[in-house]
């Protein structure tokens, strides 16, 4: 009897700790997604060299990291190569571009 007492207590306790520890979880990853959302609003200025790859425009900057970009306005291949500052707002991962200076 103290055996099925013990094994219903310990049980009872694991399945709450549990719960606790998903929503936990839960409630940290939202506001790790609500952070990179802020992260992205408005206009986002960035300087490197724009560059064509397997049909997509990137924006490299002087570390080497590459930022897709995108841009309604005009032709990113007229920049292709060249060392530019562009600005503009993101979507998703994508840069669109509404200036190249």
């Given at each position: ?20 520890t ?11 997604k609500?952070?990179?959302?802020q ?9 490197g ?5 397997g ?6 900057t ?25 600005t ?11 200036t190249?200076?």
């Amino acid at each position: 009897m103290k055996k099925i007492f013990f094994l219903s207590l310990l049980l009872v306790v694991t399945i709450g700790l549990s719960a606790c520890t998903k929503q936990q979880s839960s409630t940290s990853t939202n506001q790790n997604k609500t952070q990179q959302v802020q992260q992205k609003q408005g206009d986002t200025t960035m300087s490197g060299t724009i560059i064509e790859a397997g049909g997509n425009y990137y924006l490299q900057t002087p570390m080497g990291e590459r930022q897709i970009i995108k841009s309604y306005n005009f032709e990113l291949s007229t920049y292709a190569g060249k060392s530019v500052t562009a600005t503009g707002q993101f979507s998703g991962d994508e840069l669109f571009v509404t200036t190249v200076k």
